[in-house]
């Protein structure tokens, strides 16, 4: 039987009476004004994500409309997303388990319009963001790997549903962008945007930064790291952060091509050189890691002595200055909600 929701409540009635009940309100959705905190305003609570239960069958009225889960997914970002009195990992964990809630009525309902498409827009960039806004975080308060999980579920979603409807390549050029900046060690998705370069070549000047993306992407396929980090860095914010995805990978291949390079040579290279290199913040995060690695460093100089390279050692993620300009000229949620 068709689902169609008919609820027009961030959180449907009969969830929202019974949360309230139980005092199962989270804090993020309780008033802000101090004065208003011990009366709890059912308007601010989100539905949460259920996992299916076998043999529940669900009521059109515990569904919401499609534009009430628009409008819950713009909540989310334009009022959760920029809070500050709350370390952010909790706002990514109450942000995340209601977008999850909000795409799996999406599938309940199968809703394929661009409505949805909006959706599940919005649930990329957020994942892409809060990927680097918490990678310095401990597994206790970020999971990458779960969160890449939905990144990359988000994005195949989006782009098979935006050829789905036929539209225009500008509306999708962004998720395209993305698909391949998250997905660099992904053969097959080179290769599809390949041949939709192709198949666009008429147009192809209307498709700028798809181009640019994709002639990136292939230098990161033909290990010319250095390109990539020194074409990407130019890239807007959003892609900024797809980059960044992959830094500490990358970081790691160049000090291998280094090691390769040099095996059984004594090489000396300037601390600051290396720092270039590598694509790090300062001198002393490069000393730090070079020191994981084996390396000797003295009197700013790195000394590759590559007999004792610990090949076992990763780069620490952490964040990234250019990103953090940027960042700092940036309306977080405008950037989120694609505006």
């Not at 070549?201 to 002639?215: A, C, G, I, K, T």
């Not at 290990?223 to 892609?239: D, E, T």
């Amino acid at each position: 039987m068709e689902k169609k929701g008919t609820s027009e409540d961030m959180c449907p009635a009969d969830e929202a009476k019974i949360r309230i009940s139980r005092n199962l309100v989270n804090y993020f959705e309780q008033p802000t004004d101090i004065h208003k905190k011990r009366k709890l305003d059912k308007s601010l609570l989100v539905k949460e994500y259920h996992r299916p239960a076998a043999g529940k069958e669900t009521k059109n009225s515990e569904l919401r409309t499609p534009e009430t889960l628009l409008k819950t997914s713009h909540y989310l970002i334009t009022k959760i997303a920029e809070r500050n009195d709350r370390p952010w990992y909790q706002v990514y964990e109450f942000i995340f388990d209601r977008l999850r809630s909000i795409r799996q009525e999406i599938v309940i309902q199968r809703i394929e319009t661009r409505l949805a498409l909006e959706i599940l827009q919005i649930c990329v960039r957020f994942h892409v963001f809060s990927n680097y806004k918490l990678c310095d975080h401990s597994i206790n308060e970020f999971d990458p790997k779960i969160n890449t999980t939905h990144v990359t579920e988000c994005i195949s979603k989006s782009v098979e549903l935006a050829e789905a409807l036929n539209l225009p390549f500008k509306l999708r050029e962004e998720m395209e962008c993305i698909n391949l900046l998250v997905n660099l060690e992904n053969d097959r998705i080179l290769r599809r945007a390949l041949i939709l370069r192709m198949n666009l070549r008429r147009d192809s000047r209307n498709y700028e930064m798809f181009n640019r993306v994709l002639d990136i992407t292939k230098s990161y396929a033909s290990g010319n790291f250095y390109r990539f980090i020194k074409k990407g860095k130019s890239l807007p914010l959003i892609y900024l952060l797809c980059i960044h995805y992959h830094l500490h990978t990358i970081q790691k291949k160049v000090i291998d091509m280094f090691n390769t390079a040099f095996n059984l040579k004594r090489f000396s290279l300037p601390l600051s050189k290396f720092t270039s290199f590598l694509q790090l913040n300062h001198n002393d995060e490069t000393e730090i890691e070079c020191k994981k690695f084996g390396f000797t460093i003295r009197e700013g100089t790195i000394g590759l002595f590559m007999n004792n390279y610990n090949s076992s050692e990763k780069f620490s993620k952490r964040h990234w200055t250019i990103i953090e300009e940027e960042l700092e000229k940036t309306n977080i949620s405008n950037m989120l909600n694609g505006v």
